[in-house]
């Protein structure tokens, strides 16, 4: 049996529409601007005891509420090592994400941080983190998190945490460890508020250092 597209359509806004209804305000798909891919294929050389099943298929649509907008392009970017190995904190959010050399910022090995200031308190949609995308690699013990203080002393929310093993002493993380590619990684911070997003790695499976290409914070301002 051949099924007509337009029934295909109507079909699935059918089973769309009362879901949508019941959830609050209208949502709308993320619009992202991806860098080209610099390596293809699904890599065998990671080492990983907590790595994530890899499909090498890409995320697909992620939705978020009607007026969502990028927050923290040209935002200012503060860092556990304020003196990079490599680049300038201001690449963190320039908006360039390819993955080439000249795009990552290499900051010191270990476990540290590089948080970015939003100027102001946002309801928070979408978190993107390129840390690096020109070979396949796993960041360790990445932790993602939220404050409205910037020393991140109170009111903490964890969005994100792979630590499984509790190497970095912020708590056993649930999250799987991840390959890093071009379209970056998305963690959803389900409209959390907040004016600080500060981000955590420990090193990489290729080096101990750490890199950022790109943050992209995604919300809605606060009335
Ligand atoms: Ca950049
Ligand atoms: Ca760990």
């Known amino acids: 049996m051949k099924i007509h597209a337009a029934m295909v359509t109507i079909l699935t806004v059918a089973m769309l529409a009362p879901?949508?209804?019941?959830?609050?305000?209208?949502?709308?798909?993320l619009k992202l601007t991806l860098p080209k891919p610099?390596?293809?294929?699904?890599?065998?050389?990671?080492?990983?005891?907590?790595?994530?099943?890899?499909?090498?298929?890409?995320?697909?649509?992620?939705?978020?509420?009607?007026g969502t907008k990028l927050l923290s392009q040209k935002k200012a970017v503060k860092s556990s090592d304020m003196q990079p190995v490599i680049g300038e904190m201001e690449m963190i959010t320039d908006g360039e994400k390819e993955g080439g050399d000249g795009y990552f910022v290499e900051i010191a090995p270990g476990k540290q941080w590089v948080q970015v200031d939003l100027g102001a308190s946002a309801a928070l949609?979408?978190?993107l983190v390129w840390h690096y995308h020109s070979q396949a690699r796993v960041y360790r013990d990445v932790i993602v998190q939220v404050s409205d203080d910037k020393d991140?002393?109170?009111?903490?929310?964890?969005?994100?945490?792979?630590?499984?093993?509790?190497?970095?002493?912020?708590?056993?993380?649930?999250?799987?460890?991840?390959?890093?590619?071009?379209?970056?990684?998305?963690f959803d911070p389900k409209g959390i508020k907040g004016r600080?997003?500060?981000?955590?790695?420990?090193?990489?499976?290729s080096n101990?250092?750490?890199?950022?290409?790109?943050?992209?914070?995604?919300?809605?301002?606060?009335?």
């Open 38 to 66: 610099m390596f293809i294929g699904t890599p065998t050389n990671i080492k990983s005891a907590n790595l994530e099943v890899v499909t090498g298929k890409s995320r697909g649509p992620f939705m978020v509420p009607v």
């Open 19 to 29: 879901i949508q209804a019941g959830q609050g305000p209208e949502k709308t798909e």
């Open 208 to 223: 101990d250092l750490n890199h950022y290409v790109e943050i992209e914070v995604y919300g809605t301002p606060l009335k």
């Open 152 to 186: 991140f002393l109170k009111g903490v929310t964890t969005i994100f945490n792979n630590d499984h093993d509790n190497t970095s002493g912020l708590g056993i993380g649930k999250d799987k460890e991840y390959i890093e590619v071009a379209e970056g990684r998305l």
């Open 196 to 205: 600080y997003v500060r981000c955590y790695s420990n090193g990489n499976t």
């Open 125 to 127: 949609h979408a978190i």
